[in-house]
C-alpha cells in the first residue's frame, strides 16, 4: 500500500487504469439524444449488450419523438421484449417522448433540471445523455460498477450515488469525469468484479486499500 495524497492517489490509479483500459468508451450505442435517451430507459438493470443488441432494430423503426409517443404501447413493449422490465421501460419511452413533444418540441433537453423531469431519466441518466450525447460534463455518471470499485479504492464511504458522486467530483479533476464511470466498468467486468475481486492481477493493487474485500 503506497499513502499518497488522496487526488494524488487517485488521479495516478486513472492513469494506470487508462493505460491498461487503452480503448475505454461509452457503452451503449446511439446516434442521437433521442436514441441515447432510449437506450439509457432500456439500460437500467440490464446488460448493456442485451440494450445494444435491441437498439439497432428499434432506432431504424423510429426515429423521432412522435413515433415513440404515437403508437400502441403495446407494439412497443413488443420491440423491447427481450429487455427486463420492457412493460415499465415501454411506457417510460413512451411518456418521455410525449413530454418531449409537449414540452420541448420534440428535442431532448440538454440541462439536468429538465432532464430528470422525464419519465424514466434519473440523475445517473440525466448525466450519462449530458455527458455522451451533448458532451456538458457537470456530474460523474454513478452506476453499479463506479459504486462497488469506489467504495474499493477508498474514494467514498457512502452508498447513496448522490453522495458518492459529490466525493468523486472533489476528488477526481473534471477532465477524467466523463471516462471515469468507462474506466470503472471495464475494470469491475475484467478484474475488479463483484465476488472475489481478482487483486493479485490488478494494476492498482498497490495503490488500493481493498476496502471491505
Ligand atoms: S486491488 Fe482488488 S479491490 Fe482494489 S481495485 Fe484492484 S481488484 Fe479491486
Request: one cysteine or more; aromatic letters at 8%; glycine letters at 4%.
Given at each position: 500500500m503506497i499513502f499518497l495524497g488522496e487526488r494524488e492517489r487517485a488521479a495516478k490509479i486513472i492513469r494506470k487504469l487508462k493505460a491498461k483500459y487503452p480503448n475505454t468508451r461509452y457503452y451503449l450505442n446511439f446516434s442521437s439524444p433521442l436514441e441515447l435517451l432510449a437506450a439509457t430507459i432500456l439500460s437500467a438493470q440490464a446488460r448493456d449488450e442485451l440494450v445494444n443488441s435491441v437498439t439497432p432494430k428499434l432506432f431504424k423503426k423510429y426515429k423521432s419523438a412522435p413515433d415513440y409517443a404515437n403508437l400502441p404501447v403495446s407494439q412497443l413493449e413488443k420491440d423491447i421484449k427481450r429487455v427486463n422490465f420492457f412493460r415499465n421501460k415501454a411506457k417510460a419511452i413512451q411518456n418521455a417522448c410525449k413530454m418531449l413533444i409537449?414540452?420541448?418540441?420534440?428535442?431532448?433537453?440538454?440541462?439536468?433540471?429538465?432532464?430528470?423531469?422525464?419519465?424514466?431519466?434519473?440523475?445517473?441518466?440525466?448525466?450519462?445523455?449530458?455527458?455522451?450525447?451533448?458532451?456538458?460534463?457537470?456530474?460523474?455518471?454513478?452506476?453499479?460498477?463506479?459504486?462497488?470499485?469506489?467504495?474499493?479504492?477508498?474514494?467514498?464511504?457512502?452508498?447513496?450515488?448522490?453522495?458518492i458522486e459529490r466525493d468523486l467530483m472533489k476528488l477526481i479533476p473534471k477532465i477524467n469525469w466523463k471516462p471515469f464511470p468507462w474506466l470503472m466498468k471495464d475494470h469491475g467486468r475484467a478484474i475488479c468484479v463483484p465476488k472475489r475481486p481478482k487483486c493479485p492481477e490488478c494494476v492498482v493493487n498497490e495503490l488500493c486499500p481493498k476496502v471491505g474485500v
Amino acid at each position: 500500500m503506497i499513502f499518497l495524497g488522496e487526488r494524488e492517489r487517485a488521479a495516478k490509479i486513472i492513469r494506470k487504469l487508462k493505460a491498461k483500459y487503452p480503448n475505454t468508451r461509452y457503452y451503449l450505442n446511439f446516434s442521437s439524444p433521442l436514441e441515447l435517451l432510449a437506450a439509457t430507459i432500456l439500460s437500467a438493470q440490464a446488460r448493456d449488450e442485451l440494450v445494444n443488441s435491441v437498439t439497432p432494430k428499434l432506432f431504424k423503426k423510429y426515429k423521432s419523438a412522435p413515433d415513440y409517443a404515437n403508437l400502441p404501447v403495446s407494439q412497443l413493449e413488443k420491440d423491447i421484449k427481450r429487455v427486463n422490465f420492457f412493460r415499465n421501460k415501454a411506457k417510460a419511452i413512451q411518456n418521455a417522448c410525449k413530454m418531449l413533444i409537449k414540452q420541448y418540441g420534440g428535442k431532448v433537453p440538454d440541462t439536468m433540471e429538465e432532464l430528470i423531469q422525464l419519465p424514466g431519466i434519473g440523475r445517473k441518466s440525466a448525466n450519462a445523455i449530458l455527458i455522451n450525447a451533448f458532451n456538458k460534463v457537470e456530474g460523474i455518471v454513478v452506476d453499479t460498477h463506479v459504486i462497488r470499485l469506489s467504495l474499493r479504492l477508498g474514494f467514498t464511504r457512502d452508498y447513496d450515488p448522490e453522495k458518492i458522486e459529490r466525493d468523486l467530483m472533489k476528488l477526481i479533476p473534471k477532465i477524467n469525469w466523463k471516462p471515469f464511470p468507462w474506466l470503472m466498468k471495464d475494470h469491475g467486468r475484467a478484474i475488479c468484479v463483484p465476488k472475489r475481486p481478482k487483486c493479485p492481477e490488478c494494476v492498482v493493487n498497490e495503490l488500493c486499500p481493498k476496502v471491505g474485500v
